[in-house]
């Protein structure tokens, strides 16, 4: 982690998370209250979304940070899964809500009377939850914290919302077509149901212990390559992320007169190989007898 990134810790980005949602939501509640707009509306019940779910990260966060017990040998890093999960229901929740608001009033329609103070701080409520989104996803990624990451792009995905809404008010109140309104509200729903999704799906394939990207299993492969001089080969590598942490297993191949010793100093050699190049890694492997290996490569590399 970079020194940048030491700053501020996961848990005083989720508490930043906490009192940034509760700034937006009072500045676009009192946006709402003055223009009586639907689209307004939409975009300050996702800020209480928005809010539930930061103190959602703040608890998973809490949650991940204590240490291993004897219930919980590996830790309780998934804990952030579960948080990104709850975040993604409660996402769609608030477009159920919108869909709601927004065709009432598109059966009927209201004429909009819209000072430019409301305008204004709706804009300023986006401009402070954009800033915020990046510093979440930015620093989330250094911290390894799918929570924190899930959060910003939630943030980020209203900011876009809010800045369409916008614009089409200000269309609207130009163009007098008062229909635009609640059209951008659906509009806006829609956007938050995908974006719902996405953090739903994501949290799951943590949650079934997916395995890392392709673009990382190699790099884990060429690092075990790189720190394995001595053994034959490495095969059955399988890999899954619970939240920071990257578990990492396989099988290594030594030659079968070779001590317990120098088959314990390759493995530390590759262990240090691995946590200095994936950030927490844990790392178990498996040493097996020549007999074991399986058929070389074509151009004589290991297998793995």
Not at 187 to 204: D, E, K, P, Y
Not at 263 to 276: N, P, R, T, V
Request: charged share 15%.
């Amino acid at each position: 982690m970079t020194s940048k990134a030491a700053i501020f810790t996961p848990k005083q980005l989720a508490i930043g998370s906490i009192i940034v949602a509760v700034l937006v939501l009072g500045l676009k509640y009192l946006a709402y209250a003055m223009t009586n707009s639907v689209g307004l509306y939409s975009d300050a019940l996702e800020s209480i979304v928005n809010l539930a779910a930061s103190i959602a990260v703040a608890i998973a966060i809490w949650l991940r940070d204590k240490p291993a017990d004897h219930n919980h040998p590996y830790g309780h890093d998934k804990a952030e899964y579960i948080s990104a999960v709850l975040e993604g229901v409660l996402i769609v929740l608030a477009a159920v809500a919108i869909f709601m608001e927004a065709s009432e009033a598109l059966l009927h329609p209201r004429a909009l009377d819209i000072p430019v103070l409301g305008l204004g701080l709706n804009a300023l409520a986006g401009v402070l939850n954009g800033g915020w989104a990046m510093v979440l996803i930015r620093l989330g990624r250094k911290m390894r914290s799918p929570a924190l990451v899930a959060d910003g792009k939630h943030l980020f995905t209203d900011v876009i919302s809010s800045l369409g809404i916008l614009v089409g008010i200000v269309i609207a109140l130009v163009s007098g077509l008062n229909w635009l309104d609640p059209l951008l509200a659906l509009l806006v729903a829609i956007l938050i149901l995908w974006t719902g999704w996405g953090l739903i799906r994501n949290s799951l394939g943590g949650l079934m212990d997916e395995a890392v990207d392709e673009e990382e299993l190699e790099h884990i492969q060429q690092v075990i390559t790189d720190h394995a001089h001595g053994a034959i080969e490495a095969h059955d590598l399988r890999t899954r992320h619970a939240g920071r942490i990257t578990f990492i297993e396989f099988h290594l191949v030594v030659p079968s007169n070779m001590t317990v010793f120098s088959a314990h100093e390759i493995c530390d050699k590759i262990e240090d190989g691995l946590e200095a190049a994936i950030s927490s890694a844990h790392v178990v492997i498996h040493i097996e007898p020549e007999d074991k290996a399986h058929e070389p490569n074509a151009d004589g590399s290991m297998v793995i």
